[in-house]
Each structure stands twice: as structure tokens, then as C-alpha cells.
């Protein structure tokens, strides 16, 4: 079946540092990545769609200049969260498709910002 | 804006049960619809998958319904087991020009199968 890494799966950091998280696609090509959050207690949130070579798209309410994604490869997409503070800590997982194919999901990466 | 709602919260039975898991969606505008699995600081895993033009899938002891026109999914499970317990999501995609959207999920249904 199709496989996704998500790297790192737990981060713990200060207030103002950068973190950069990793998902690709280890058996198939992702035309498509998806981001998403998920705060304690809450439903699994989309941030942000992106596909190949192309800008991200943001939902409603996600900062683009906060939440910087680059999918620069069929197989690599990154979440960097620039100068994290504690409201940003959550559990970040992606997703990526080929086409029209079900999305393929990460183990995700729990963000603790101190 | 589509919303997602699962009841019940939250769930607790005996093993063997058979339960049904309930789904509801406002936008019967759909693409597909899902049923995952969340183990306690985990990821997904996907459970079940139903075109908008399915009614029905099923998978080992899982069976999930969709009615699309009335904005409703229901995951079957029979002959519950503790390995069941986990959270279960229900998530849909609607339809853009450039594919299916990214989903919008529900805030799960907590299942504990008492030994």
C-alpha cells in the first residue's frame, strides 16, 4: 500500500524557534499534499492544499507567512512554522495523493512549543 | 462551509457488541466519504472509503452506509473487540474543479470495548 513518512514525529522547542516538518511519499508520486492540524479535544483541521510546483492554497484563517509550505517534488512537501509560540502546539499531520486517488496519510508530528 | 458532525462522543461497551457509529454532514455536495482510525497519539489509518455514487462498503467486520441525500454515514462494526478501541473519524471531500478537496472531519467517536 501507498506509504507516507512524516519526520520529525515529536518536537519539543522555545518559544521563537523555526520548526520544519517533512512528509513525502516513499512508493508513489503525490500530485497533491495536504496539511492539517489538530488541536486537544478538536477535529482534525485543513491548513493548507499544495501541489506540485505550485503555491500552497491556505484555508480560511491560517497565516501564510507563519505556516510556509513548499512542495517542490513529486515525493517532498515541508510545513515550516516560523517563530513558533505555544498557541501553535498541536498535532500537524499531512497527506498526499496521486490524481484522484484516496489521500495516504502520515503518523503526524506533535508540536510542543515552551 | 461543510460541517461534520459524529455522535455518540464517546463510547464504552462490552466486548462482542455489535455498535453502530453515526455520521452527519451539511453539504450533501460530496466526493467521497471515510471512515478512519486514530489510535491515541497516532495517525490515521483508513478504514473504509465510499464514492458518492456507493451506498455501501464493507471491510472484515466493518460495514459503513452512505445517504448522500440526506447527509448520513454510519460505520457498522460487528462482534466488537478490545483491539477495537481507538477513536473513529468520519471525513468528507467535496468536489473542486481540480479534484477533490482536502477533507473536513468530524471530532470522532472516543470507543473503549471493555474486556
Known amino acids: 500500500g501507498a506509504v507516507v513518512s512524516q519526520h520529525p514525529s515529536r518536537v519539543i522547542c522555545k518559544s521563537g524557534t523555526s520548526v520544519k516538518i517533512e512528509c513525502r511519499s516513499l512508493?508513489?508520486?503525490?500530485?497533491?499534499m495536504f496539511w492539517y492540524r489538530q488541536f486537544p479535544k478538536q477535529s482534525l483541521m485543513l491548513m493548507a492544499t499544495?501541489?506540485?510546483?505550485?503555491?500552497?492554497?491556505?484555508e480560511q484563517g491560517v497565516e501564510k507567512d507563519k505556516f510556509l509550505i513548499n512542495h517542490a517534488s513529486l515525493t517532498l512537501s515541508t510545513l515550516t512554522v516560523t517563530s513558533a509560540h505555544p498557541e501553535d502546539s498541536s498535532f500537524y499531520i499531512c497527506?498526499?495523493?496521486?490524481?484522484?486517488?484516496?489521500?495516504?496519510f502520515g503518523d503526524g508530528t506533535r508540536l510542543s512549543i515552551l | 462551509k461543510q460541517e461534520v458532525t459524529q455522535i455518540p462522543a464517546a463510547l464504552s461497551v462490552p466486548e462482542g457488541e455489535n455498535l453502530v457509529l453515526n455520521c452527519s454532514f451539511t453539504?450533501?455536495?460530496?466526493?467521497?466519504l471515510q471512515w478512519f482510525r486514530q489510535d491515541p497519539g497516532k495517525g490515521l489509518t483508513s478504514l473504509l472509503l465510499?464514492?458518492?455514487?456507493?451506498r455501501e462498503q464493507t471491510s472484515g467486520r466493518l460495514n459503513a452506509s452512505l445517504d448522500k441525500s440526506s447527509g448520513r454515514s454510519t460505520l457498522y462494526i460487528a462482534a466488537s473487540q478490545p483491539g477495537d478501541s481507538a477513536t473513529y473519524l468520519c471525513a468528507v471531500s467535496l468536489y473542486s474543479g481540480g479534484g477533490a478537496d482536502g477533507l473536513t472531519f468530524g471530532k470522532g467517536t472516543h470507543l473503549i470495548i471493555q474486556p
Open positions: 512508493d508513489f508520486q503525490a500530485t497533491t
Open positions: 499544495s501541489n506540485e510546483g505550485s503555491k500552497a492554497t491556505y
Open positions: 465510499i464514492q458518492s455514487s456507493q
Open positions: 453539504d450533501s455536495a460530496i466526493y467521497n
Open positions: 497527506s498526499a495523493r496521486w490524481g484522484l486517488e484516496p489521500q495516504h
